[in-house]
Structure formats: C-alpha cells, structure tokens
C-alpha cells in the first residue's frame, strides 16, 4: 500500500441468501482526493459503503482506511470515519444545535467542546439562523446540511457520503457540492457515492463506476470519457441525399465510421482528443466536398455516455432513452444474469 | 502491501480499552441516548397523551363502564382488582414504543450512524430499553395516582407495594426486549405495531388483568391460568391488596428471567445484525 493512500478495498465480496451484492471489488483511494463510486440503484455501492463503516462483515476480501482493518479493527476504524446516508440520520424533534450535541457526547468529546463545536459546524453549513429551531422544520437541503455536520463532528480524516444528494432539488445539490469541495481542500478524504453522473464528474478526482457488484471502469472522468472515444463533431445535413457523402467526407477524422440518424439527420463522429484541430479539419473536408451543414458543434462525451458504453444500459432508472447516436461504439449488450435486488440497497 | 505506517491527521483521540474504562463508556454512552429518547418523549405531546393518557382512559372506563357488573371478592373491591392488572396491561402496551421507536431508527438510518461511531455498541439498545423503563415508571405513577383518586388503597403495607412496582418493572423490561426483537427483526414500521396488536390483545385480555378467569369458558381457561401475564397480575395483586404470595412469587420470576434470557439475547443478536 502506498503511504499515501487512505482507503484500500481489494477483492470484496458480500452476498446476502442468493443476492450477490458484490462479485470482488478493488480501489484505492489517495488521501485528500474525492473518490466518487458511480452506479446505478442496486448496483452495490451502498453494501460497500457499510463494509468500509464497519456496519457489514464482508464474506471475502479486505477493506483497510488509514492502515486499520474493517474487520480486524473496527473500533480503531470508527475513530477515524465519519458516515453521512441517504436519509438524514437526525432527530426532528430536536435543534440543529441539540443534534450537533449529542453526536458529540456520544464521540467523548467535553461538554463545553460539544458546544463550541455544534456552534462552528451550524455557522460553517450556514444554519447558523436556525440552529436553535428542530429539524423537523428545516427544509430538505438543510436536513442534509445538517446531517453532514454531524458527521464531521469528530473531525473524521475519512468520510462517506451515501448518495449525498439524491432528492434533492437542484438548488439544494449545488449548495451541497460547494460545501463538499471546501471539506477536501480542507484535507478530508473523501468516497461519494451518487447515481448523478454530473455529481461525479463534477466533484470526484477519480471515478469506479459499479455494475453489478462488479468494478466496471476505474479511472479519472477524462479517462473515462476516453474509452467512450472522446470528442464528438455532429452536424445536421438537410439535404437527405448528401447525408452518405458528408460522412464519407469527415471519415478520414477517425478509425471509425461516422454515424447517421437519418430520422432527424444528424450526422456525428467521435474524434478521440484531437479537440478544435478536429474540428477545422471537418469543416475543412466538408468544404470540399461541396456539402450544406447545419449546426456543427463539438463536445466531449457525458458520463451518460460513459455509462450507456460501459454496461449497455442507462445510469438511471427510468432515464430518458438515450438518443440513438449514443449508442455508439464500446456499448455492448447487457449482461446475463438477472438483476435480482441488491439487497444493501434502500431504494429513493 | 508495505507495512507503512500513516499518520492520520484530527482524529478523535484513542479510547481506554481496559474492561472498566470500556464498562464506564457504555454506561456513559447508554445513559446520553436514553436521555436523548426521553427528551424526545417529552418533546411529542401527542406521544404522552398515547403512553400516559390512554392508560388512564382504560382504568376508567374499566371502573366505571364494567366494574358494576362484574363480581370480585377481594378487599376493596373491583378498584382494588382491576389496577394491578391496568398495570400489567400497560407494561405490555408500553413496549410497543420500543419496537416502534427501533423499527422508525432503523429505517431513517440514525442507528448506521450511531453504530459507525466509536461509541459503545450496547448503548443503542440499553438506552432505549432505559428510556422506556423511565417512561414505564412514570405511567404506572400516573395510574397508581388515578387509582387513588377512584377508590384504590394499597391494602398491603408500603414494602408489598414497592415489591408491586419493582415486579411491574421488571415484568415490563421483559416484555420490552420481546418488543424490541421484534422490531429488530421486521424493521417496518407498520409490520411491527400490526403485529404487536396480535400477541399483546390477547395475552393482555385473556388474562386475570380484568375478570375473573373462572367467567371464562373452559378451554379459555386453560389457557389463560398459564400463561405469564396472569402469573404477574396475581402476583401484583397479591402484594397490592394480600392474598398468596409464593407460588406466583417464584413463577413470576422464572418467566421473567426465561423472557429477558431469551429475548434479550435474541433482541441483542438482531441489533448486531442490522
């Protein structure tokens, strides 16, 4: 294990009766970073989550956050982690500032720094105002504020995220994300899980996408994109006779064909990372070759399209079918085996 | 794997792992969450008015509604008959709390939170089972006051009438850790009250806690002489207004230590396994 390294999962597996929630997991994570795990519901990212809290024993494998054993350690693990779930674990009968409280006298802390710190963490997760009122008055992006405070009462070096922001709106997501990036640069490390692909590609130094209780891609968000065969150059010819001879003009840009969709006729091929000297290039070629082009545009592939080439079906749960020229290269069928429910997994 | 060692920056310090340090913690850790649950009892009116009120409700009615029609030949009368059983009825509605209250802290996720801390782990459970036992304490204060005020009087002497409580407690604490497997172990909110109405209605009901048994019919009969809240209840009657003590005295306590045995153990292997 490099020294730098604050989270190390190698080969973990977790079945529960016949669901087999994870099939021999690995990653590392590097202390300090983001690591942001991607997968769609019942893929097994929450049953990770718990084996790393020590909340599950994992049936094989091995999981070590700062050099302690989740299994051989685990009171030596929960010093040092905090966890913040899917639900907002707090009380709503209480005050922001009484739920603050308490998870610190349950972490030992001295009464009078159980205090000073409740009042840090509601001004830091600007609830500072309502740190006084319960919680059960607080709206959705509060309540998750807040449960985030608590999780950070004990200075953890090692946090978990579940699915931080899932339900919420997309004012309350943003807000999350900013206060997620300050604990980092803070020097907090730092696994998120999400569904959101723009959630990992917005704030995770480097991304596992899990399918299946499987690692199906590992990598930074640019190299993931890579694999999909990077950029893309679309353009729409009206004239549906030409439609053929404009791809066979830019076809010289990639290894590949271009691809057509001749119901709107949009014309698009990926150009790995050549970037704007791709794109001169095209509309260099399609000069020449005498062809009327609408609309020509360049952009990098969406995490979306990450996910749609890596496993073949879409992140999300009744996502909106992906447009046909997404359905591109590197996509392959679905696997076999039945998606049977994960188990570990609470569904929104 | 190298065998680096990391150094780990603002961690919270590391705790005595002497037995007693370890002993004192979870008894620390278990009083801060049951007075956390007691604070949020206090905080639920509508929560007081179910675990308070209602008893109440039924010894009045019971004493006033059914009591004229229903013969007992004890001291005092159908007041002095009927309190002791109110009481057993309650240690046993009073445990619905504890499997709800689980069952809610499960599903919200707070007891994955509480367990990912270096807290002790008993203390979620110990807590809960505290808390409820205070609150148990403080209804059957509320009953014993009511009683008064409709006609009961301790015919027993004052150290019975301790003894009376303590067996109330102790039975409710029982009944408590059935409550708390339960709720364990379902985990639904709903699942888990639906199902505390089935076994508590009877065993409460068909029971000496109202009538006498021998109204009943005889197969009925069989049933309700053995089955442990009778046992209570005539124990608790006997030390509140005299009668025989012994025979229910030590059945009393066989059922009560089989049933925090064995759900007691049971409800703290549900707990580890959530």
């Known amino acids: 294990m490099r020294s730098d390294t604050a989270i190390l999962v190698e080969g973990l597996h977790k079945s529960f009766g016949d669901v087999r929630a994870l099939r021999g997991i690995d990653f590392d994570v590097r202390r300090g970073s983001i690591l942001g795990v991607l997968g769609p519901n019942g893929a097994g990212k929450t049953t990770a989550v718990r084996i790393l809290t020590t909340l599950l024993q994992p049936d094989a494998g091995r999981a070590v956050i700062e050099g302690r054993d989740v299994v051989a350690a685990p009171a030596d693990v929960r010093r040092i982690i905090g966890l913040a779930g899917q639900s907002a674990a707090i009380e709503g009968e209480l005050t922001g500032r009484e739920n603050l409280e308490f998870v610190g006298r349950l972490y030992h802390l001295p009464r009078p720094r159980c205090r000073a710190r409740a009042g840090e963490l509601l001004e830091r997760f600007d609830l500072g105002q309502a740190g006084d009122r319960p919680a059960k008055t607080y709206s959705g992006g509060m309540q998750r504020r807040l449960d985030l405070a608590a999780s950070l009462v ?38 998120l899980t999400t569904q959101y692909l723009d959630e990992a590609d917005e704030l995770a130094d480097q991304i596992v996408v899990i399918d299946q209780g499987q690692v199906i891609a590992a990598g930074t968000s640019d190299q993931l994109k890579d694999r999909v065969g990077g950029d893309v150059i679309e353009f729409t010819v009206p004239d549906a006779g030409r439609r053929a001879d404009a791809a066979r003009a830019v076809s010289g840009l990639s290894d590949g064909d271009a691809s057509i969709d001749e119901s709107t006729g949009r014309v698009g091929i990926r150009i790995g990372r050549r970037g704007s000297e791709a794109l001169i290039e095209a509309v260099r070629l399609l000069d020449s070759a005498g062809v009327e082009v609408h609309g020509l545009t360049m952009h990098r592939p969406s ?13 999300t749960d009744g996502a909106t079918p992906a447009p046909g020229r997404r359905r591109g290269r590197g996509g392959r069928a679905p696997r076999g085996s039945p998606p049977g429910p994960d188990a570990g997994e609470v569904g929104p | 794997m190298s065998t680096a060692t990391v150094s780990v920056p603002a961690v919270a310090p590391p705790a005595e792992d002497r037995p007693w340090t370890r002993l004192r913690w979870a008894v620390v850790d278990a009083v801060t969450i049951m007075s956390r649950n007691l604070l949020l009892w206090r905080r639920t009116p509508a929560y007081i008015m179910f675990t308070v009120i209602q008893p109440m409700m039924f010894m009045l009615l019971f004493r006033y509604v059914f009591g004229g029609a229903i013969n007992v030949h004890i001291p005092g009368g159908y007041v002095n008959y009927l309190l002791p059983g109110i009481i057993g009825q309650t240690c046993a509605f009073t445990s619905f709390g504890t499997a709800i209250a689980l069952a809610q802290e499960l599903q919200k996720g707070s007891i994955d939170r509480l367990r990912s801390m270096p807290m002790a782990r008993s203390a979620v459970l110990v807590g809960r089972l505290g808390a409820d036992l205070v609150r148990l304490a403080v209804t059957i204060g509320v009953l014993i006051a009511t009683g008064y005020a409709v006609g009961f009087r301790f015919e027993n002497g004052a150290v019975p009438a301790v003894l009376m409580v303590a067996l109330a407690l102790a039975v409710g604490l029982a009944v408590a850790c059935v409550s708390a497997f339960t709720g364990l172990a379902i985990k639904d909110e709903e699942s888990v009250q ?24 005889g197969w009925l009969q069989a049933f309700a002489k053995n089955q442990p809240f009778t046992i209570f209840i005539d124990e608790m009657r006997s030390l509140a207004v005299g009668g025989p003590l012994l025979l229910h005295a030590w059945q009393s306590a066989l059922w009560v230590a089989g049933i925090l045995g064995v759900f007691g153990w049971l409800a703290a292997r549900a707990y580890r396994r959530v």
């Open chain 2, 194 to 217: 639906a199902f505390g109405f089935i076994w508590v209605f009877p065993l409460t009901f068909v029971s000496s806690a109202f009538v006498p048994i021998a109204g009943m019919p």
């Open chain 1, 154 to 191: 004990a200075e953890p070096a090692v946090l978990f995220l579940d699915e931080p922001t899932t339900g919420l709106d997309p004012r309350s997501r943003i807000g999350m994300w900013s206060v997620i990036r300050d604990l980092v640069d803070a020097g907090t490390t730092l696994l």
């Open chain 1, 303 to 315: 995490l979306d399209d990450v996910f749609l080439a890596l496993t073949g079906h879409a992140a």
